[in-house]
């Protein structure tokens, strides 16, 4: 691009964001698509945005398919909404095979929503990517969060290694079960009691309810104690019945972040941990970049030898990283 050409771009998205946080929605929802689509404007974008964060509230919401996370989600807006706080709702879905897209319409099972100038409500496909899904939601939840949101609920579809790693971007963790879910052995395999902050057992009028809430507070019972206590809730939120005492066990959630000293040094680790992850998605993106701009330049044996099996990738990566020059015409400054 020529420096004219970049110095537009630079202008118009300057402008988007101004726009943004202004709090116009047509703007956010334009960010958000550079950002699901990891344009190349993100860096200039996120980094103008950073100063404007860090008040909203993230909750996580994740469980097995069917729980009735979306119904939590929408209940616990509802909730929200009366008490007058901006909410952000960032709903994770799956993607069509054929044209990417998210298939699980959130916004039409949260239309009573929609038109709620205080909610925003953006579905963000998986695209059978796993890396940089939790890039993007982070960026989405950075963008509520400059937008002036109160808090922002992530909704995931499933409970794989995807969606864990989704969770740990969020403040309070909500897990949702139903009684078909299993027993607490179950919920312990999946990995869950590591990142849950509230249990919710939806559902509470089916048969087993009961037992998987005593059998999860059981089981927390044998955590070492001292820190927060994580509660379990029954709810049936078909019926908005439980929602009240979620929204009560989140907020008592915020206050006890707010007075953990081992909160500060988590976030310090969270912030490092981001630095990787820009660094990596940078670095990816220059190199494939420049070897499609530039072809492979000097690199085109060793390129054919990895491709040929001959040599392996790391043999291959350490060669190319103890090659200054090689390095620079891939790494180096953009101009």
């Given at each position: 691009m020529s420096r004219g050409g970049q110095r537009v771009t630079e202008d118009?998205?300057?402008a988007l964001v101004e726009r943004m946080l202004a709090r116009d929605r047509t703007a956010l929802a334009r960010l958000m698509t550079l950002v699901e689509n990891r344009?190349?404007?993100l860096p200039a974008i996120m980094s103008r945005v950073y100063g404007h964060t860090g008040r909203a509230h993230v909750v996580g919401i994740t469980g097995p398919p069917g729980a009735g996370k979306s119904t939590i989600a929408d209940g616990l807006t509802a909730c929200l909404r009366a008490a007058e706080r901006r909410v952000g709702i960032v709903a994770v879905d799956p993607s069509s095979p054929f044209?990417?897209?998210?298939?699980?319409?959130d916004r039409i099972r949260m239309q009573a929503h929609f038109l709620d100038p205080g909610v925003f409500i953006r579905s963000l496909s998986t695209r059978g990517s796993h890396g940089g899904l939790a890039r993007a939601t982070r960026d989405m939840i950075r963008l509520l969060d400059a937008f002036g949101v109160d808090a922002v609920l992530?909704?995931?579809?499933?409970?794989?290694?995807?969606?864990?790693?989704?969770?740990?971007?969020?403040?309070?963790v909500v897990v949702v079960l139903v009684p078909e879910a299993g027993d607490a052995v179950q919920v312990m395999k999946a990995g869950l009691l590591e990142i849950a902050d509230v249990f919710v057992v939806n559902k509470a009028d089916r048969e087993g309810a009961e037992r998987m809430h005593?059998?999860?507070?059981?089981?927390?019972?044998?955590?070492?104690?001292?820190?927060w206590t994580i509660p379990v809730l029954l709810t049936q939120a078909s019926a908005s019945t439980?929602?009240?005492?979620?929204?009560?066990a989140i907020e008592?959630?915020?206050?006890?972040?707010?007075s953990d000293p081992e909160h500060a040094g988590r976030e310090r680790a969270r912030r490092e941990g981001e630095l990787l992850d820009v660094l990596d998605e940078e670095l990816r993106r220059r190199v494939a970049q420049r070897l499609a701009a530039h072809g492979s330049d000097g690199l085109a044996p060793l390129l054919d030898a990895v491709r040929a099996g001959t040599v392996d990738p790391y043999t291959a990566a350490l060669r190319i990283l103890e090659d200054a020059p090689t390095l620079e015409r891939l790494i180096g400054r953009e101009e």
């Open positions: 118009r998205t300057e344009a190349p404007e044209s990417g897209g998210a298939v699980l319409g992530v909704e995931t579809v499933g409970v794989g290694q995807t969606e864990l790693d989704v969770m740990r971007l969020a403040d309070t005593s059998e999860l507070v059981q089981m927390l019972h044998l955590r070492p104690s001292g820190g439980g929602l009240d005492a979620v929204r009560d008592t959630h915020r206050a006890f972040l707010a």
